[in-house]
């Protein structure tokens, strides 16, 4: 069976509780458990991951060659900065889909420039919790 990873950066551990106006009241576990409904209409397996820490993040990526056909990620913050963990995904060249609750192109300036984009096959924002589930659509449909 085909395995995804979804990876959630920093803070969306606080999901329902900070920046409502933002990011809404959906917890990270009601995301989570969308997910795991999701990928069994595409007969996918997923593992799923928070860390606040970027090292544990790299480490994750680095540890998913080889057992995950599909990574999907929520870099939080670590978007707009981090090289190594774009850096990571591009080493392990698994196909990855970046995902955001909201739309960072519509917000301020800083938040407009993500460094994991030109590794990442396509980047879904803006649809709050949907954005993880119309991700889970697309790498089932890239790995066929």
């Known amino acids: 069976m085909r395995k995804v990873l979804v ?7 606080m999901l329902g509780k900070r920046e ?7 917890t990270l576990d009601e995301i989570n458990e969308s997910i795991k409904e ?8 997923v593992e799923i991951f928070q860390s606040n820490h970027e090292g544990e993040i790299v480490d994750k990526i680095q540890s998913a060659l080889g057992r995950f056909d599909c990574i999907i990620i929520n870099p939080g913050a670590l978007t707009h900065y981090s090289i ?10 698994i196909p990855a889909i970046e995902v ?19 590794v990442a096959i ?12 119309l991700a889970i659509k697309a790498a089932a449909g890239i790995l066929g």
Do not use: W
Not at 7 to 13: D, K
Not at 20 to 26: K, L
Not at 100 to 118: C, D, G, M, Q, T
Not at 122 to 133: N, P
């Open 7 to 13: 990876i959630h950066g920093p803070n969306l551990n």
């Open 122 to 133: 396509g980047q879904i924002v803006g649809f709050g919790r949907h954005s993880y589930l």
């Open 100 to 118: 955001h609750l909201s739309n960072i192109h519509a917000r301020e300036e800083f938040r407009h420039k993500s460094v994991i984009a030109p």
């Open 20 to 26: 409502v106006e933002v990011y809404g009241m959906t």
């Open 84 to 93: 190594a963990i774009r850096d990571a995904l591009a080493a392990v060249k």
């Open 38 to 45: 999701e990928v069994k209409r595409y007969e996918l397996e």
